[in-house]
């Protein structure tokens, strides 16, 4: 007996019959020129059935890097090797990209602060909710990649939403993808991965590094770590490969972000990827001629993977300075 046919699956203007690839582009809003704004998506459709696999990124536009991923992943990969469907959609808010900003311009939103969006709402929630609907509805698995600048080493959060079953599989791919995993110990409200992780679907979130650029090691090691997750599905042949990142710790951990109280210019204390102990000086805050405003300090034991300053080294009241992964206990 033949095995089943893979039926066609299309996106907005993408259609890809099985064991093809396909390039097209989902409409998700109307500008005030009157012309319909659109994202770039794929469909690498596999020769046999199997999961739907959703790769999003650039939900905050000055975080490039998933457009060289997915590229090289449309290029590389071979629909009639594949078993399933390979969603690929690089750069999903036009606007944030086109400002160099994190945030949607028209409304001073944070794109990723608003699943899984409102019909009568700004232009964040409108495209919001069109992504929901037209992407993350039709997944099975989300890769929803994200970038922190350095100093950072490559990691992977769980988000903290949804049942233990489904983080449990989570865990599973995000370790299998490769990078050092840690755990979200709060929820924002709206995250796109939040709402997935709350429809049930395994969701991870990888953080390359270096905002606005083209990292190889990022590129190179984000195509390898969704072969690996496609191999561990079952969509391709064969077993994970290791990729070649800074591992500072094996074992999964949590991740919380250390604030500043004050303010000013952000000298960092310790380097990225350091363990650190309770107490010890993480980062000094100075002013212009170098008094010191603020010392952070670890608030516990971990280790240091990333400063996430959003723009200048520099940190204000309530900015967030570090990440810190550390053993909380409720890890798996
Ligand atoms: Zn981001």
Sequence with gaps: MDAPVQDVFSIGTGSAAAGETAIGVLPVAVGMDAREVVIP???????????????????HGIEIVTVEICRRLKEELIPADLAGTLVLAPQINPWA?????????????????VFPGAAGGSVSHQVARVITRELLDRAD?????HSCNPPSIHFTIVGDEGGTEVRRRSVEIAE?????????????????SGYCLEQGKPTITPEFVFS?????????????GVR??????????????????PR?????????SIGATKGGFCFFDVECGGAVTKDEPIATLRDVWG???????????????????????????GDKVAYLAYRSGNEP
């Design 41 to 59: 998506i794929a469909i690498v459709n596999g020769g046999r059935p199997g999961p739907v696999v959703l790769i999003e990124g650039g939900l």
């Design 97 to 113: 990209f086109l400002a160099s900003s994190r945030f949607t311009p028209q409304d001073a939103q944070d794109m990723n602060r």
């Design 141 to 145: 698995i989300v890769i929803d990649c």
């Design 176 to 192: 299998v993808f490769g990078y050092p995993v840690v755990l979200a110990n709060t929820a924002y409200s709206g995250t796109l």
């Design 212 to 224: 606005r650029r083209f990292d190889p090691v990022s590129i190179d090691t984000g195509v390898a």
């Design 228 to 245: 690996n997750v496609l191999r561990h599905l079952g969509m391709l042949a064969g077993g994970p490969v290791a990729v070649d990142v």
């Design 248 to 256: 500072p710790f094996d074992e999964v951990r949590t991740y919380r």
């Design 291 to 317: 008094t010191e405003m603020e010392r952070i300090l670890a608030p516990q034991d971990g280790v240091i993977i990333a400063f996430p300053l959003q723009g200048n080294q520099a940190a204000g009241t």
